[in-house]
């Protein structure tokens, strides 16, 4: 059974910093790709970042060079470090695996498995 358990998320004060974890269990992350997603309160949901299975990355303007996502594979976890945050990175943090035959890696219905999220904070 395929399993993604995300941790991590709590609540922080403007600038402060957050290691989000996504430990998968029953798929080989190093093996697919692996994104972030988040929902802020209002909003739809919206990509964060990708990687792909060759190490290469993708983040959104809005990360601004404030994050990074990496996979460890030794421990099978893929990771979402966020620094410099601010109160529009308040959201509810989602972890996803692609669908092995997507074509697109951009849109949320591309991905087959999801974590349960976990919810991020920022306080001014």
């Known amino acids: 059974q395929v399993q993604l358990i995300e941790s991590g998320g709590g609540l922080v004060q403007t600038g402060g910093s957050l290691r989000l974890s996504c430990a998968a269990s029953?798929?080989?992350?190093?093996?697919?790709?692996m994104a972030w997603f988040r929902q802020a309160p209002g909003r739809e949901l919206e990509l964060t970042g990708i990687?792909?299975?060759?190490?290469?990355?993708h983040y959104e303007d809005f990360v601004e060079g404030r994050f990074t996502i990496f996979k460890d594979s030794a421990t099978n976890t893929f990771y979402l470090d966020l620094n410099n945050l601010r109160p529009e990175d308040t959201a509810v943090y989602f972890c996803?695996?692609?669908?092995?035959?997507?074509?697109?890696?951009?849109?949320?219905?591309?991905?087959?498995?999801w974590g349960q999220g976990t919810q991020v904070t920022v306080s001014s």
């Open positions: 996803a695996a692609r669908r092995v035959s997507s074509a697109t890696s951009y849109s949320a219905d591309q991905y087959e498995y």
């Open positions: 029953g798929l080989v992350i190093s093996d697919r790709t």
């Open positions: 990687s792909w299975k060759g190490g290469t990355t």
